[in-house]
C-alpha cells in the first residue's frame, strides 16, 4: 500500500509535465500559425498597395480619360490629336474649367494620399510597438479611394462641360484611364479596410 502511495504521486507529476508540454507545444503552433497567415496578409496588402498606386499615377498622368475613336484622345491635362502624316501626337492644353480643375485636385490628392499612406505604413513597420495598428495608414487609404471615387463621378456626371466639344458624346468614349480609376477606388478601399484591422505581430 505505501508502495503504490509513493508511485501516485510520481505519475501524477509526470503526467502533469506532459500535459504541460504538449499545450506549450500547442500554443507555439498557433502562434507560428498566426504569424504566417499575418505575414502573407502583409506582404498581400503591401503587393496591392503598390499595384493600386501604380494604376492611380498612371490614370491620373496619361492622355486617355475621353477618346474620339483612335485619332483623338483627352485627359486631365491635354487633348491630343494623331497626324498622320509624322505619325506623332500633337498636344495642346486642355480647355480650363471648373468641373475639370476639381477633378485635377482630387486625383492629386488621391495620388499624394495613397503615397503618404505607404511611406507612413513602411514607417510603423519598423517604428510601431508589437500589437499596434495601422489605423493612419488605413485611414489615409481610405480617404485616397474617396477622392478617387468624387473626381470619377465628377468627370462622369460633367463630362459635356469639361470636354467643351461641340460633338456629340455618342461619337467618343471613355479611355481606359477613366476605367482604372474605377477600379482604383474599390482596391483603394479595401487596402485601406485591411489596414485598419492589420495588426502588427512582431
Known amino acids: 500500500m505505501c508502495g503504490e502511495e509513493g508511485r501516485r504521486p510520481a505519475e501524477d507529476t509526470e503526467n502533469n509535465t506532459e500535459l504541460q508540454t504538449k499545450v506549450s507545444r500547442r500554443s507555439v503552433g498557433t502562434s507560428t500559425q498566426g504569424s504566417t497567415k499575418?505575414?502573407?496578409?502583409?506582404?498581400?496588402?503591401?503587393v496591392l498597395h503598390l499595384v493600386t498606386l501604380a494604376m492611380l499615377f498612371i490614370a491620373t498622368m496619361e492622355k486617355s480619360w475621353w477618346s474620339w475613336g483612335d485619332i483623338e484622345?483627352?485627359?486631365l491635362w491635354y487633348k491630343c490629336i494623331y497626324e498622320n502624316a509624322t505619325e506623332?501626337?500633337?498636344?495642346?492644353?486642355?480647355?480650363?474649367?471648373?468641373?475639370?480643375?476639381?477633378?485635377?485636385?482630387?486625383?492629386?490628392l488621391s495620388v499624394v494620399l495613397s503615397s503618404i499612406s505607404f511611406m507612413v505604413f513602411l514607417g510603423q513597420l519598423f517604428t510601431m510597438s508589437k500589437g499596434g495598428l495601422f489605423y493612419f495608414t488605413?485611414?489615409?487609404?481610405?480617404?485616397?479611394?474617396?477622392?478617387?471615387?468624387?473626381?470619377v463621378l465628377i468627370y462622369?456626371?460633367?463630362?459635356?462641360e469639361i470636354?467643351?466639344?461641340a460633338r456629340e458624346l455618342e461619337m467618343g468614349h471613355f479611355g481606359y484611364c477613366y476605367?482604372?480609376?474605377?477600379?482604383c477606388?474599390?482596391?483603394?478601399?479595401?487596402?485601406?479596410?485591411?489596414?485598419?484591422h492589420l495588426l502588427k505581430r512582431a
Not at 462622369?156 to 459635356?160: A, K, S
Not at 474599390?186 to 489596414?195: D, E, K, N, R, T
Open 163 to 165: 470636354l467643351q466639344d
Open 38 to 46: 499575418m505575414a502573407f496578409l502583409l506582404m498581400f496588402v503591401t
Open 185 to 196: 477606388v474599390p482596391l483603394l478601399l479595401v487596402s485601406g479596410a485591411l489596414y485598419v
Open 88 to 108: 506623332t501626337w500633337l498636344c495642346a492644353s486642355a480647355s480650363e474649367s471648373e468641373w475639370l480643375q476639381s477633378v485635377q485636385a482630387l486625383m492629386i
Open 73 to 75: 484622345n483627352t485627359d
Open 156 to 160: 462622369t456626371f460633367q463630362r459635356r
Open 179 to 183: 476605367i482604372l480609376v474605377w477600379v
Open 138 to 151: 488605413g485611414l489615409c487609404q481610405i480617404f485616397a479611394g474617396a477622392a478617387a471615387f468624387v473626381a
